[in-house]
């Protein structure tokens, strides 16, 4: 089982959508979720991070995390074609070390 | 600029040759890691440092593979007898709190 799944999409919404993305994580003991939106060929940028159960909203984007049921979601509201790009989910699962893992991303693509 | 830099952005290599690359990390940030991505998939843990310790090393990763962070400043990260499979873009990130921040990545072709 891998560490850290998502559905490599691509997930195709119209413009002024609510895009939905979804996470899976093995490791019941993490602690520490983080959503990184990457451009085709650019680096990865962090957008949100999220520690504790419970919602958390920053502008347009709202990280879920349900530890009981091992997933982390982003919600992203008034969906607009500049938010077309890659969305990775990463973990810092406690029998990793600590260490930052990542899931293979899934594609969002916003239709004008 | 105060973020991660990565040099060189490019770099076009012949099979068998060495290369080095260079990550300069936030300068607060005592993490540094480095991750290896091909096209279509998330970044691949390599190595990470906790300032100058080397706390963990990907089992996938061969011999070949080398890095270094002395004094907990910059790292290097060191291919030798580089193979048409090393192909990919090399990411460093640097974090003190949880939060990485990645820099431009390196880009390497092995022909």
């Known amino acids: 089982q891998k560490e850290v799944e998502q559905n490599s999409g691509p997930l195709s919404v119209p413009e002024g959508a609510i895009a939905s993305l979804n996470c899976t994580y093995s490791?019941?003991?993490?602690?520490?979720f983080f959503w990184y939106r990457q451009y085709s060929g650019k680096s990865p940028e962090l957008i949100m991070s999220?520690?504790?159960?419970g919602d958390k909203e920053d502008g347009r984007f709202t990280a879920q995390l349900n530890t009981a049921s091992q997933y982390v979601s982003l919600l992203i509201r008034d969906s607009q074609p500049s938010d077309s790009a890659t969305y990775l989910c990463a973990v810092e699962p406690k029998s990793s070390g600590d260490k930052l893992t990542f899931g293979t991303g899934t594609r969002l693509a916003v239709r004008p | 600029d105060t973020g991660v830099s990565q040099n060189p952005r490019h770099k076009i290599t012949k099979r068998g040759q060495n290369v080095t690359f260079r990550c300069d990390p936030i300068?607060?940030?005592?993490?540094l890691y480095w991750y290896r991505q091909t096209l279509g998939q998330g970044p691949e843990f390599l190595t990470y440092?906790?300032?100058?310790?080397?706390?963990?090393k990907s089992r996938l990763l061969s011999d070949r593979f080398s890095a270094e962070r002395p004094k907990g400043s910059f790292s290097t990260l060191e291919i030798q007898r580089t193979e048409q499979g090393d192909s990919a873009m090399y990411l460093c990130?640097?974090?003190?709190?949880?939060?990485?921040?990645f820099g431009q990545g390196t880009r390497l072709t092995v022909v």
């Open positions: 300068s607060e940030h005592n993490r």
């Open positions: 440092f906790q300032n100058e310790a080397q706390l963990e």
């Open positions: 990130a640097s974090s003190i709190s949880g939060e990485a921040f």
């Open positions: 490791d019941r003991g993490s602690q520490s």
């Open positions: 999220i520690y504790s159960n």
